[in-house]
């Protein structure tokens, strides 16, 4: 009775509230993190053109000896080479369980306080409040996150 009461208090919406404005805040991040990555490939694509013209302005050899332009593809070229080794698979299952084992453990932490909690006692019913609140935020948050993205 004591988490309907608490749902019906506002705890849930408050929590999913909180939830949105956490994937607003990521979505907000990651459209930032984009348009910088947009910027920084165009000032690389404008670098290339630049070369790219004093390659075609650069006056041709005159001989078949003569030595001809260096190639400056690797010098432009996106550090695709260093991009780091793709992980091990462990340490790809660990990343993946982080947020499950935080949530899990909020929830245990928060079990374990609410029924060491005398039934009725104020503190009892702040603890289910905070429970909600924690539970619905998670929800919103974390499948929010999950959305499809538009391409």
Do not use: C
Not at 56 to 79: G, I, K, Q, S, W
Not at 86 to 104: F, H, K, M, Q, T
């Amino acid at each position: 009775m004591d988490i309907l009461q608490s749902v019906l208090s506002g705890a849930a919406i408050g929590g999913g509230v909180f939830g949105l404005l956490g994937h607003a805040a990521a979505r907000l991040f990651a459209l930032i993190q984009a348009r910088e990555s947009f910027a920084q490939k165009s000032a690389a694509w404008a670098h290339e053109r630049e070369l790219l013209r004093l390659q075609l302005a650069a006056p041709a050899p005159e001989t078949e000896r003569a030595p001809a332009m260096p190639d400056l593809a690797p010098l432009v070229a996106p550090d695709d080479n260093l991009m780091l080794a793709p992980s091990y698979g462990w340490v790809n299952a660990v990343r993946a369980l982080v947020r499950p084992a935080l949530a899990i453990g909020l929830a245990a932490v928060l079990a374990a306080a609410f029924f060491a909690a005398v039934p009725g006692d104020a503190v009892r019913t702040g603890i289910a409040n905070s429970l909600v609140f924690a539970a619905v935020t998670a929800i919103v948050w974390w499948f929010g996150d999950r959305a499809p993205r538009p391409n």
